[in-house]
């Protein structure tokens, strides 16, 4: 920590005019990387959100900090879209020395409505504001979808289509514990057998829910995590957007948060705002419950890796049944 800090003062000085490293302390926010709050002396005093990649490992894949950094600075200005603003960066000497960024604290409340814990001063939203909120969101999400590859710089990344993305979550169950893989090579089986055809390819953020947005009242403010980001298919993010807003569905799911607009009307909303129409959607929906369990899947082994501290791990393994089981069922409607 003590050399973060160090390395921190000069990136400071050198990027921000009149500010100085005050404090830092860690934060919550991200799976792939280390995410801290600094806190800088100057006039105003400031307050800048650190993105650093995992020390002694190469910063590759969702690792990829810098990654991160370079769409986030892509999407500056970009109507209908909004993220934080890249401050500075250094690609450090990796994987010793590990990369990281710097962007602007935007205030903003992050909220799973369905399935975060509330009390000790946290609350729903009004359901009239939830619901605006989250139509918003749909809306953003659309605009994102619908920004140009050339405009963003991303014309050059590698297209991932529905088998590509579908091969990408089947190598996590791969790498997981073998009590979280029954039934999962069948679910694959079928969506591969069921392959749609891709759409035209865009920015996909990957991981898209209010969760990983930063709102202010009803209004989203920033999208933030940008750790799995691709050119591929749209309605990857779409189904997955959609899956958080079906607490009947979802299996992390606590309550169902009123206010909160079921998927029909998210979707009408997307469609409504977006220059692309939807086919072959119920595919996506079943594929998102495999990414899921491929998700918790992963969540798990690392959480049994560490011991199991505060029980997580026992608490979301039989989940990963659930998921794919409902994947299952949705697949047999196809």
Same mark, same amino acid.
């Given at each position: ?58 910063? &590759?894949? =969702?690792?990829?900090? +810098?990654?991160?950094? *370079? @769409?986030?600075? #892509?999407?500056?200005?970009?109507? !209908?879209? %909004? ?57 953003? &999400?659309? =605009?994102?979808?619908? +920004?140009?590859?050339? *405009? @963003?710089?991303? #014309?050059?990344?590698?297209?991932? !289509?529905? %088998? ?79 899956l958080t807003a079906e607490p009947q569905v979802h ?31 119920e595919w996506f929906r079943a594929a998102a419950l ?45």
């Amino acid at each position: 920590m003590s050399e973060l800090e160090e390395r921190l003062r000069t990136l400071v000085a050198g990027s921000i005019d009149g500010a100085e490293l005050d404090s830092l302390r860690p934060l919550q926010g991200g799976a792939s990387s280390l995410t801290l709050l600094a806190t800088l002396r100057g006039d105003p005093a400031r307050k800048v959100v650190v993105r650093q990649a995992p020390a002694g490992i190469m910063p &590759l894949g =969702a690792r990829d900090v +810098l990654r991160q950094a *370079r @769409i986030m600075q #892509a999407l500056q200005g970009c109507a !209908g879209v %909004a993220v934080p603003r890249v401050l500075f960066e250094d690609p450090g000497d990796p994987p010793e020395v590990p990369p990281l960024f710097g962007m602007e604290f935007i205030d903003g409340e992050s909220l799973e409505p369905h399935k975060d814990p509330i009390g000790q001063g946290r609350s729903l939203p009004a359901p009239d504001a939830l619901a605006a909120r989250a139509l918003n969101a749909a809306r953003m &999400l659309a =605009a994102l979808h619908a +920004l140009p590859a050339e *405009r @963003i710089g991303i #014309a050059a990344e590698p297209e991932l !289509g529905p %088998a590509d993305e579908l091969s990408r979550w089947s190598r996590v169950f791969a790498t997981v514990d073998a009590d979280m893989q029954p039934g999962a090579e069948a679910v694959a089986g079928l969506l591969n057998h069921r392959l749609p055809c891709a759409a035209p390819a865009c920015l996909v953020h990957g991981d898209f829910r209010l969760g990983n947005l930063l709102c202010r009242g009803t209004e989203p403010v920033a999208i933030v995590d940008w750790e799995i980001w691709s050119r591929g298919d749209p309605r990857f993010d779409l189904a997955w957007f959609l899956l958080t807003a079906e607490p009947q569905v979802h299996p992390l799911a606590i309550r169902d948060a009123p206010g909160m607009p079921r998927p029909d009307v998210l979707l009408a909303t997307y469609q409504a705002a977006s220059v692309r129409g939807v086919e072959s959607l119920e595919w996506f929906r079943a594929a998102a419950l495999y990414k899921m369990a491929a998700s918790v899947s992963l969540i798990v082994k690392h959480s049994r890796r560490r011991g199991d501290p505060d029980g997580r791990a026992a608490a979301l393994a039989p989940r990963v049944a659930t998921m794919l089981d409902r994947a299952r069922t949705a697949l047999r409607d196809i």
